[in-house]
């Protein structure tokens, strides 16, 4: 088990479809684009959370960084090395 600490899962939400979490701030999935309803349960958004970071590590250390530049920050960053 990692020690996860807590994140303010209140500025999170989680897609219903692929399970990607997003920054509540944000009206659509990133990842697949839906605009619905988002889960918001918080072990939810918890668990996902973990599980990715457990795909991608490094995240941890950008969302942990001394000065976050915050949820969408770190997502275009993240997307931006993953995905193209
Ligand atoms: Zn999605």
Redesign the pocket.
Known sequence: MHTSPRLNLDSLKR?P????V?AESSPS?F????EGAFDRDAEDVQASFDALIEQCPELWHLVTAPKPRGFRAWVRKVFRSEGR
């Open positions: 897609c479809l692929c399970e990607a997003s999935c990842v697949c684009g839906w």
